[in-house]
C-alpha cells in the first residue's frame, strides 16, 4: 500500500469513513455505477435523470484506454470541464469464463480528489493493473468489504458465481481521471 493512501485510509476511518469519501462527482460516480452493480439499464437511467445524453462521435473518439465491449456512452457537460460515463463488459482475466460488468466514469479535467475518494471508499488492498494503474479486488457489501488480492482461483470463481466479487479503480493521466467499477461473474 502506497504511504499516502495509507494516510487518507486512516484519516477516513478517524472521519467516520462516509463523509471524507464523497466529493459530488465521487457520489456522482457510486449513484451512476457502484449502485446500479454497473448494470447497463440502470446506469443509463440515472444517466438521464443526472443530465447525461448521447454524445457526438467526436467527443467519444479518444475513449480506446477503456476497453469495454457493447460499449455504450452518456456525456454531461459541466462548468469545468466533461463528464463521460462509458458501460459494458469484458472478459475478466483472472479466471476463464469470467466476465466483468463495466462502468466507468470519465472525467475531464483530472480529478485526484475524486481519485483519492475511491481509494478511501475501496477500502481494500490496492494492486497494480497491467496498465501500472490500481486497482482493487474485493468482495463484500459496502460496509463490509473483504480484500480478494490473494484469494485463489476457486474462491473467485465462487464469489464470482454469487455476483460478489468487484472490482474499483482509477486511471489517471495529466488531464483526465477515470474512475471504474465492475460486478465480475459467470
Request: proline share 8%.
Amino acid at each position: 500500500m502506497v504511504p499516502r493512501l495509507g494516510l487518507i485510509l486512516a484519516l477516513w476511518t478517524l472521519c467516520g469513513g462516509v463523509a471524507m469519501a464523497d466529493t459530488p462527482t465521487f457520489a456522482l460516480f457510486r449513484r451512476l455505477c457502484v449502485d446500479t452493480h454497473a448494470g447497463p439499464a440502470a446506469a443509463l437511467a440515472v444517466a438521464k435523470t443526472e443530465g447525461f445524453v448521447e454524445p457526438m462521435a467526436s467527443i467519444t473518439k479518444d475513449l480506446a484506454a477503456v476497453q469495454l465491449d457493447a460499449r455504450q456512452t452518456r456525456a454531461k457537460l459541466v462548468d469545468d470541464g466533461i463528464l463521460i460515463l462509458v458501460i459494458g463488459h469484458k472478459p475478466f482475466p483472472a479466471g476463464p469464463g469470467m466476465t466483468m460488468a463495466g462502468c466507468a466514469l470519465v472525467i475531464a479535467p483530472a480529478d485526484g480528489p475524486s481519485e483519492e475518494a475511491l481509494a478511501a471508499w475501496a477500502g481494500a488492498g490496492e494492486t497494480e493493473g497491467q496498465d501500472g494503474q490500481p486497482f482493487f479486488l474485493f468482495t463484500g457489501d459496502p460496509m463490509h468489504r473483504r480484500s480478494a488480492l490473494d484469494i485463489g482461483p476457486d474462491d473467485l470463481a465462487a464469489a464470482a458465481k454469487t455476483g460478489d466479487l468487484q472490482v474499483a479503480g482509477a486511471s489517471h493521466k495529466p488531464d483526465v481521471t477515470v474512475l471504474i467499477y465492475g460486478v465480475v461473474g459467470p
